[in-house]
């Protein structure tokens, strides 16, 4: 068996994984994680929860100087969540080795004046959307010449039609020599040649498994259109479903839904692009602490 030791990880990290009970690496781990301790553009694709996170921050962290008090490496994420949910995993990660590497996340919508004075702390990792670090590198608050590895995390969000100019304009920043990472669950074709910008990536695709596969039991049921909230109503009445995400593909069904719910005495939540960061932030607190049965959203939800 493969272990994080064969593929070059540090004690250091490997002693943190063991006390997060992760043991063995992943397929897309044992595949990334030598390419890029070489040197080597990446183009990674495998099913969400196969640990894409550290496949691309483990190597990172072991190559960064603590000494060099600039950004080293910039993460690109297309929502608030991911994006704070890889800060907190490179801050964990960081702190618990003792690397002395400092993380900052870097999203739009939060408060600017805060992530400047953030940013006088010099940070190694900067995570965030590429629209807030294009801002704050314009206004000169954000050096970016020093950067050794971009990572576009879920690319194929990133380099669509509504998110591709304002992405190309961040690589545009970036020293030419630096190592690109791109993963994602999908890989659709339009984007996938747009990230010729980027270089000529090595491709590792890995599939789910057979075993993983037959764990997932899939039923669907059709209904008219005005039955539907009235079906979900009665699957939660009639399902042992502790934590359920239901997924609606407009944000109005989404509160309207919502408020129907709640009415029949469900405990619903609501995770939309509308809503306001501490909104977002409840909803989820909510979903994972058992206060909430439900978590009602539109596509936010689909990744990280």
């Given at each position: 068996m493969i272990t994080f030791r064969d593929l070059g990880v540090s004690e250091a990290l490997i002693e943190v994984l063991a006390d997060k009970n992760i043991k063995a690496p992943t397929p897309i781990q044992q595949q990334a994680i030598p390419k890029i301790l070489a040197g080597t553009d990446i183009l990674g694709v495998a099913p969400t929860g196969t640990g894409k996170t550290l496949a691309y921050l483990l190597p990172i962290l072991m190559q960064l100087d603590k000494e060099r008090r600039e950004a080293q490496a910039v993460v690109l994420a297309p929502t608030y969540e991911l994006a704070m949910q890889i800060t907190t995993e490179a801050r964990d990660l960081s702190q618990k080795a003792d690397l002395g590497i400092r993380v900052q996340g870097l999203i739009g919508g939060a408060n600017i004046a805060r992530q400047i004075d953030k940013l006088k702390e010099k940070p190694q990792i900067v995570v965030g959307s590429a629209g807030r670090i294009l801002e704050l590198a314009r206004k000169g608050k954000l050096k970016l010449t020093g950067v050794r590895?971009?990572?576009?995390?879920?690319?194929?969000?990133?380099?669509?039609?509504?998110?591709?100019?304002?992405?190309?304009?961040?690589?545009?920043?970036?020293?030419?020599?630096?190592?690109?990472?791109?993963?994602?669950?999908?890989?659709?074709?339009?984007?996938?040649?747009?990230?010729?910008?980027?270089?000529?990536?090595?491709?590792?695709?890995?599939?789910?498994?057979?075993e993983e596969m037959a764990a997932c039991h899939h039923y669907f049921v059709t209904v008219p259109f005005r039955e539907k909230i009235e079906r979900v109503r009665k699957l939660t009445r009639s399902l042992p479903i502790e934590r359920g995400l239901v997924f609606i593909n407009r944000t109005f069904a989404a509160e309207q839904t919502l408020a129907k719910l709640r009415y029949e005495g469900i405990r619903a939540e609501s995770l939309l692009g509308k809503d306001a960061k501490q909104s977002r932030q409840s909803a989820i607190a909510a979903i994972k602490g058992g206060r909430a049965q439900l978590l009602l959203s539109t596509d936010l939800a689909a990744r990280g």
């Open positions: 590895f971009l990572v576009l995390d879920e690319f194929d969000r990133l380099l669509d039609d509504q998110n591709d100019m304002m992405t190309a304009d961040v690589v545009k920043l970036l020293p030419q020599d630096r190592q690109a990472l791109m993963f994602s669950a999908t890989d659709p074709k339009k984007e996938r040649e747009r990230a010729s910008f980027l270089g000529h990536p090595e491709r590792i695709e890995i599939e789910q498994s057979a």
